[in-house]
């Protein structure tokens, strides 16, 4: 069992509709020496490939951004979350389905700073089904970015989010994935 | 001239009504290095007070405390900014109004994360009249926590909010202060 799933284990609760709260270290109060692990494991893996930015959504995103950036020396660039679709030119957009709010929002980030010279890590606290993540590959894809690897701290994999990333060839590192959950326990892959 | 008033002067961008833009450094792409310098800086002015939880809100507050964290060795909590008002509980909520969306929106944090044992550092990147400032000085009141300090990357001095918590007796630790601006520059107190 890895420092991700030992964490989830001593401080996560799942609840019920496949929601598990991590809110006292990843999402709501930050454990951000833990986080730093977090980043660590992430350069472990994509060191080395050229990385010059690191991609994530706000909010909670940019918690795990910010403890890999160092790793890496490169910035962090955060999609920002807006209920308009009214954008002007300086942006790449991409709607995007909440399925734990059940809306819609847009992802846009500034064409200044996402282009076609950038190769990209992407990462995020969670991935589920995906949209987030389909949405910010979106934003890539305008700027002619290459996304370079997706760190994700805890993917649902029942969720196949993952899964279809990787058959699409993305390398997907993903600190934990739990394969099944409920009240009794937790199933990691 | 210091760190943060010689790196807006070299990046920021003065715009109709008021706003400058960093979104170069501090408000969309993080310079991540950058950010460090300015939790150090807050950690100089603020270490030894026995601080224990870093506040901040999201979204781009959030990087800031991230980045302050790891030298006073604590957690980061960030106030969640939610459109309803129809809140749990679990939670304690205070209503502020944003002047750059021009609507309201309810700060939470759970319960379980803001107490009375609570020693807090607040932190944001921008302080301007302070409608933030203050719910999240409510939510600390509502807990019972004692705020410490108030560290903010960025103040406009000319929208009065910092002065106003300085009379009141908070310690502000703003690392520019913006006396007047306009398209020709910038004043800093």
Redesign the interface.
């Known amino acids: 069992m890895n420092f991700m799933e030992e964490k989830i284990l001593d401080e996560g609760e799942v609840k019920q509709g496949h929601i598990l709260k991590v ?3 990843l999402n ?6 833990f ?2 692990d977090v980043g660590k494991a992430f350069y472990d893996h994509f060191g080395g490939r050229g990385i010059n930015k690191i991609l994530t959504v ?3 995103g ?2 795990i ?3 890999t ?2 790793y890496f ?1 490169v ?4 999609a ?1 979350k807006s209920k308009s679709h009214n954008l002007d030119a300086e942006v790449y957009s991409s709607v995007v389905h909440s399925y734990t709010y059940d809306m819609d929002n847009t992802l846009t ?2 064409k ?2 996402l282009t076609a010279e950038d190769r990209i890590l992407i990462v995020d606290d969670f991935l589920a089904a995906g949209a987030a993540m389909k949405g910010l590959l979106a934003l890539c894809e305008q700027a002619g970015a290459s996304v370079e690897g997706i760190g994700v701290a805890i993917e649902k994999g029942f969720q196949g989010g993952g899964d279809k990333l990787r058959e699409k060839g993305y390398d997907v590192c993903s600190l934990a994935i739990i394969d099944a959950m409920s009240a009794e326990g937790i199933r990691f892959r």
Chains 1, 2 share one sequence.
Do not use: T, W
């Open positions: 809110g006292s270290f709501h109060q930050l454990d951000v020496a986080l730093a706000e909010a909670s940019i918690a951004a910010c403890m950036a160092p020396h910035p962090v660039l955060f920002k980030v500034s200044r700073y």
